[in-house]
């Protein structure tokens, strides 16, 4: 099973819950899902991290380009938002990166998932490197 299943699957068992718990008890409540324990350590700091390991420009997650080396490195974050942050919205993930839209968000993390299985090289490459400095990140205290 793929991690954007495994994630998926997730998300739905969450919402179901959720959904259960309102129709039983009258109350709307909101389960959040926080692996590696994230919840103390911030996305800006993650998407600092992972332009720094990728050699690049914090400032690249904004810019109005469309060159290559930016818009992978926008792709890398959101995947790894998504994958580490679950709570933070595809909005959300818009604002960090020049207030895109969340089917701009949506469209580059479905193009990364496509580079990740079809094992582009450069992709893959870059995309293991953030993955390993992001992961060191998460373990220290």
């Given at each position: 099973m793929s991690l954007a299943t495994q994630i998926s699957t997730a998300r739905h068992i969450a919402r179901v819950a959720?959904?259960?718990i309102r129709a039983n008890t009258?109350?709307?409540i909101s389960l959040l899902l926080f692996p590696n324990d994230t919840a103390r350590k911030k996305p800006e700091h993650m998407l600092r991290l992972v332009a720094n390991a990728l050699n690049i420009g914090y400032e690249q997650f904004t810019a109005r380009t469309r060159k290559r080396e930016t818009v992978e490195l926008r792709?890398?974050?959101a995947l790894l938002l998504r994958r580490f942050y679950?709570?933070?919205t595809l909005k959300q993930i818009g604002s960090f990166f020049?207030?895109?839209d969340h089917t701009s968000v949506i469209n580059g993390i479905s193009r990364a998932y496509n580079l990740l299985e079809t094992n582009d090289i450069?992709?893959?490459t870059k995309y293991n490197k953030?993955?390993?400095t992001v992961n060191l990140?998460?373990?220290e205290q």
């Open positions: 959720e959904q259960k009258g109350l709307r792709f890398i974050g679950p709570d933070v020049g207030g895109q450069i992709f893959c953030a993955l390993n990140w998460l373990k």
